[in-house]
C-alpha cells in the first residue's frame, strides 16, 4: 500500500468535471485507490463518493492505492492533480 498526500489547487475542487477525469484516470489501473479527507475515504473510482467528499479549491486530501501498479496510479493521479485536470 502507498499513499500521497496532494493539495488540490484547480478553481473547482474536485467537482463534476475535474471528478470524472480524476475517476476516468483511477479506472485505467487495476489497484484498489482510495481518497482520504479527514475521517473518510472513498473509493476514487466511484463518482458519488468522490463527490461526496466535497473537496474545494486548498483542501488536502490523501491518495491510497493497493495493488499490483499502485505506486503509478498514485503518481499519475497526484499529477493529474498538480495539472489541475489539465483545465
Known amino acids: 500500500m502507498i499513499s500521497k ?3 488540490v489547487q484547480n478553481q473547482v475542487g474536485l467537482h ?3 471528478a470524472t477525469f480524476f475517476i476516468q484516470k483511477a479506472n485505467e489501473f487495476s489497484s484498489g485507490i482510495w481518497i482520504s479527507k479527514d475521517e473518510r475515504r472513498v473509493n476514487a473510482k466511484s463518482l458519488l ?3 461526496s467528499l466535497g473537496v474545494t479549491r486548498g483542501m488536502r486530501v490523501t491518495l491510497i492505492a493497493d495493488g499490483a501498479d499502485e505506486e503509478a496510479a498514485v503518481s499519475e ?3 493529474l492533480v ?3 485536470f489539465a483545465e
Open 16 to 18: 463534476a468535471r475535474p
Open 49 to 51: 463518493g468522490v463527490l
Open 82 to 84: 498538480a495539472a489541475n
Open 5 to 7: 498526500e496532494i493539495i
Open 77 to 79: 493521479l497526484a499529477n
